[in-house]
């Protein structure tokens, strides 16, 4: 019996120059697609961040009102960690986000401001792929970020950002989704692989509180078993997925 063959990721477009990443919470690009904004940014291309909330729900043994600013902070130590200096919080309420205009609005105005080719999101769908199950908030961001894409270029929808200055941009060229069961495509992780476990690890507080392993063994494991597994499909080559939706 023969062995089933595995699909090919391909190469992710290199012709672009600006991307924005948009994401619910403080880690979320950290754990798993850091090395590829690292990766970007070695080659020149400006990459910012939107989180939709300051991930104040995410320690249960941490106040909001405390856990908000702390967690806010150890976004930015990351984010500078990949080479990324702008990062801006749309302050929704961590853990009930909620899908809808007033979402893709946000979004819509974060793109029309960052005018990006390529727009970076987490998965969008009810699991990981089979039972394991997805968050409501990263549902909603996802799902929201598709769908500002081609808002942000409309501009007949959301006719009050136009007003506060924000003209439609529709040169959003690609929405790269990670965390996705059914990638496409794939970046080379080899150099930055290192920088992302870094990067991960400025989210001290979050992964002492989840794990009892140390912080940097948790990390390195995790990312590097990621890496490997896209690397299957990625020539063997360490990995970042994305599953890629032209626009």
Known sequence: MTEPTISQLQPMPDDWQRALAVVAHPDDLEYGCAAAI???TDAGREVSYVLATRGEAGIDTVDPARCGPLREREQRASAAVVGVSE???LDHAD????????????IAAAIRRHRPE???????????????????DHVAVGRATL?????AGNRWIFPELTERGLEP??????????GSDAPTHGVDATAGLERAVRSLLEHRTYIEALTDEDPETYARTLLTGFAEEAGKRFGNRPAVAFELFPR
Do not use: K, Q
């Open 38 to 40: 690292a990766a970007w």
């Open 87 to 89: 990062v801006a919080f």
């Open 95 to 106: 853990g009930v986000i909620e899908y809808g205009p007033a979402l893709r609005r946000d």
């Open 118 to 136: 390529l727009v970076v999101t987490l998965n969008h769908r009810d699991t990981w792929g089979g039972s394991a199950w997805n968050t409501p």
């Open 147 to 151: 769908d500002a894409a081609g808002d």
């Open 169 to 178: 941009w529709d040169g959003v060229r690609w929405v790269a989704v990670a």
